[in-house]
């Protein structure tokens, strides 16, 4: 489990007492979300190892397909599940970032956008064939370096390869035609087998493809 100050993804158990046992942990922590109360989440305590610290969490969301939780220390309006529609207000960036953001909050809302971008788009990299949870990220169209937002239709997923390949530029996709454009190599040498981001039953928004395309044609210039 990952665990910080404001929150922890909590991964499925898979324990030795029997598939019952396990199955029956994963329902009641899904029971919490759905009837909105707050569960206690046990850790050791940090300052001493035969001590547990206690803390109050609230189950956010679950993907049951990368089979983890986000758990939050304090209740959330539930803004990361409505910004999955479509027809609600997207920005590409993040308008309330400060220069004060704390490496604390950042941690959670990785969480908060990972399993975001997963219940949007699958549980498999957006140019290749890589399922396994482990191996795979949620990739910001418009950076953080730029101040993208954490809406998850400003994000993609890649496993682990391509998303270094895509921070570093290495591919684009075309904001019209959804087709990989790569700088200086090719799908073959990434090991990229989908040439575009058409099979997506739901796509990243317009506006981040076409803030990262035009990173890209500047660039190019």
Known sequence: ???FEDGIIYHYPDTNRGKSFDEGEIN???KCREYDIPLFVISHS???TSLRDVRL???????DNAKEFLISFSKQD??????LLNDSTFSAFDKTKTKKTTKISVRINQGRFRLSVLNRYGCECAVC????AKL???AHLVGKSNNGSDDPRNGIVLCKNHHAAFDKGLFYINPISLELVFVDTSASDLMITKNDISHLKMKPHSLALEHRWKEFKAKKN
């Open 1 to 3: 489990d990952d665990l």
């Open 28 to 30: 009641s922590v899904k």
């Open 46 to 48: 940090e300052n001493n």
């Open 57 to 63: 969490g609230w189950v956010e969301m679950w993907y």
């Open 78 to 83: 539930n803004q990361s599940e409505q910004s």
């Open 129 to 132: 064939y890589v399922k396994n």
């Open 136 to 138: 795979l990220d949620a």
